[in-house]
Structure formats: structure tokens, C-alpha cells
């Protein structure tokens, strides 16, 4: 299984008297733009994924929906268990989506940096991963659903890379 952990796209800063919730956050329009490119560029790296889940905040839910749009991926799933990636809950978040032989998770960081060193160590903080906003790692795991210790590095990627590929 190919597992894909996008950090979303740059979101407008942290503002309580503009948005009291910040689950309510949104991208920025520059923020839109560039992951539009970013998800043109995927799609030449990851031509099929069978499921999108993301977090339901605001940031991931628009990154999610680009991915959708712009790199043909499926339509995204929410999930709660993304919205702060503790390992456990993603994990179970994760199991009625066995049979498939891809995954991507639309979250934020730490939570997603944290996830890849889960997959790939067993300690969410053994493996320092500098992930940027609209940044992509993947993973590979050679049976079924991940596990702690079963995952290998694929490959990372900035965001600045994926944009070059879709020109």
C-alpha cells in the first residue's frame, strides 16, 4: 500500500478576532493558487489514488478538495482522527480502507511529520521531518495497512518541486 501524508497549503495566519475558531481557518488565495499547481504536479507522480481522507478543518478540507479537482484524485472523506493525527486514531481510521492499494491523509503538522515517524520507527518523535505547507511524503508498506516500524520512505517532496513538475 502507497500512503500519501500532504501537509495542507498555506493558510492565512492565526487570527482569534477574525476567526474565533481556528478550525475555521482558511487557505490564503495565494495559498490556493500555488496548491493548485502542486496538485498538477502530483498527478504526475501519483496518477491514482484510491481514497482521500481529510481533516475537517477548514485548510485541509480546501487542500483535499484542489487534490480533487486538480490532481484527479477522489473525492475526500472527512475525518476527525486527522485533525490532530494522534497515531492511534489514524491508524483506526485507516482500517476500513484495508483492501486498498493507496491512501492519502490531508492534515496539518505536526501531526503528519509525527505519523511518517510513527510508520517508520514505532515513535512519533524519533525521526525529525521538516514537512512544508502543501509538502508531500510517501510511504510504501509490502503488506496491507501500515504499522508502526512497517513502513519505508518513498519519497518527500516541497511543495516548490510538485509545482515544477506541473509545468
Known amino acids: 500500500m502507497y500512503l500519501y501524508l500532504v501537509r495542507h497549503a498555506v493558510a492565512g495566519n492565526a487570527d482569534p478576532a477574525q476567526?474565533?475558531?481556528?478550525?475555521?481557518?482558511?487557505?490564503?488565495?495565494?495559498?490556493?493558487?500555488?496548491?493548485?499547481?502542486?496538485?498538477?504536479?502530483?498527478?504526475?507522480?501519483?496518477?491514482?489514488?484510491?481514497?482521500?481522507?481529510?481533516?475537517?478543518?477548514?485548510?485541509?478540507?480546501?487542500?483535499?478538495?484542489?487534490?480533487?479537482?486538480?490532481?484527479?484524485?477522489?473525492?475526500?472523506?472527512?475525518?476527525?482522527?486527522?485533525?490532530f493525527a494522534i497515531p492511534a486514531e489514524v491508524m483506526d481510521a485507516l482500517q476500513p480502507h484495508a483492501a486498498v492499494s493507496s491512501i492519502a491523509l490531508v492534515g496539518h503538522a505536526p501531526g503528519m511529520q509525527e505519523f511518517a515517524s510513527y510508520l517508520l520507527t514505532g515513535d512519533p518523535g524519533a525521526v525529525p521531518i521538516t514537512l512544508r505547507k502543501g509538502g508531500v511524503i510517501c510511504l510504501q508498506t509490502e503488506d496491507g495497512l501500515p504499522r508502526p516500524r512497517g513502513a519505508s520512505l518513498e519519497w518527500l517532496t516541497r511543495p516548490r518541486i510538485l509545482r515544477g513538475l506541473s509545468r
Open 19 to 83: 476567526w474565533p475558531d481556528d478550525r475555521e481557518r482558511p487557505l490564503t488565495p495565494d495559498g490556493e493558487k500555488k496548491f493548485r499547481e502542486v496538485a498538477a504536479g502530483l498527478a504526475t507522480l501519483t496518477p491514482k489514488v484510491d481514497v482521500v481522507l481529510s481533516s475537517p478543518l477548514v485548510r485541509a478540507w480546501q487542500t483535499a478538495q484542489i487534490l480533487e479537482k486538480h490532481a484527479g484524485w477522489p473525492e475526500p472523506q472527512k475525518s476527525e482522527a486527522l485533525a
